[in-house]
């Protein structure tokens, strides 16, 4: 029993794969619709000793009004970065990552929200489930700093 474990270890099998040393040092998530209101894209990452911020959404500016929000490269401090690595720690991001497999999409629906979430141990990135507080947690931060940094431009 013992070398049908090892072997199947071997081959993708293991159950319970080891978290990848490192710290965090990239959160990415993104939504693309039909509608543009329902669109974003955020990202923060850890390049050195510098952290910075890439956003694309629209943050509402009242009874329907928005404002397109376009940064690039926006340094941020240490601490904002904080957030999502205390995220990190209450909601085990690692343990929320997808199985590595390719999907087959025979069908493309135009009006389909698509969702994606993925994080960056060193130089491993992996994919996370879109569901949950975790992710909403997440967008929430990521909206919090593009109206703060897209006040600070404009």
Request: with cysteine; aromatic share 12%.
């Given at each position: 029993m013992g070398i049908v474990s090892c072997v199947l270890s071997l081959f993708g099998c293991n159950r319970n794969p080891?978290?990848?040393?490192?710290?965090?040092?990239?959160v990415s998530i993104s939504q693309s619709?039909?509608?543009?209101?329902?669109c974003y894209s955020f990202g923060a990452y850890k390049k050195n000793d510098t952290y910075n911020l890439n956003a694309r959404c629209m943050?509402?500016?009242?009874?329907?009004?928005?404002?397109?929000?376009?940064?690039?490269?926006?340094?941020?401090?240490?601490?904002e970065f904080?957030?999502?690595e205390e995220l990190d720690k209450k909601y085990d991001f690692f343990s929320l990552r997808k199985p590595n497999k390719i999907e087959k999409n025979i069908f493309f629906v135009v009006d389909e929200?698509?969702?994606?979430?993925s994080l960056s141990y060193?130089?491993?990135s992996f994919s996370l489930y879109t569901s949950g507080d975790c992710y909403n947690e997440v967008h929430d931060c990521f909206v919090a700093l593009a109206e703060k940094y897209n006040e600070t431009i404009n």
């Amino acid at each position: 029993m013992g070398i049908v474990s090892c072997v199947l270890s071997l081959f993708g099998c293991n159950r319970n794969p080891i978290k990848p040393e490192g710290e965090l040092t990239s959160v990415s998530i993104s939504q693309s619709h039909m509608d543009r209101t329902d669109c974003y894209s955020f990202g923060a990452y850890k390049k050195n000793d510098t952290y910075n911020l890439n956003a694309r959404c629209m943050i509402e500016k009242g009874d329907n009004d928005y404002e397109d929000v376009e940064l690039e490269n926006i340094s941020i401090t240490k601490e904002e970065f904080k957030q999502f690595e205390e995220l990190d720690k209450k909601y085990d991001f690692f343990s929320l990552r997808k199985p590595n497999k390719i999907e087959k999409n025979i069908f493309f629906v135009v009006d389909e929200t698509i969702t994606n979430f993925s994080l960056s141990y060193g130089d491993e990135s992996f994919s996370l489930y879109t569901s949950g507080d975790c992710y909403n947690e997440v967008h929430d931060c990521f909206v919090a700093l593009a109206e703060k940094y897209n006040e600070t431009i404009n």
